[in-house]
């Protein structure tokens, strides 16, 4: 596997299991950057954008980054608590009264903060459009069901 980039030989063991993602581990493509006082230690990429591997993955590839936000949204969280704004043992129907649909009308604010109420995805497969759009993904979590019993 080509991995393409930079990286300071302080880091080449970041590199080998970066390259090893590929080997051993099933990845298509990927890229890692890390900085040190501003300054770029590490800037990588390799594999490939598609599952067919017939486009390469380059410097400037753009991808989804879902999760990375989560610690982001659970400081916010934290904050409107620490101001009185947010209580994590109130329902969700508290703020949002319209989830309170089909088995999640006992949902409190920690079983979100947790990953425990019972939503770890969507029970239909939604397309990127769709997945962008602010309105229609409330409206699936709104009439989705929960996957076990919140808590």
Known sequence: MIVNGYCDEKFASVREEFERNFEQRGDIGASFAATIEGEFVIDIWGGHRNAAKSIAWEEDTIVNVFSSTK??????????????????EDKVTKYWPEYGQKGKEATEIRHLMSHSAGLPGFGVQLSLEQICDWEFVIGVLERQEPWWEPG
């Open 71 to 88: 610690p982001f949204y659970f400081l916010a969280a934290l904050m409107l608590a620490d101001r009185g704004q947010l209580v994590f």
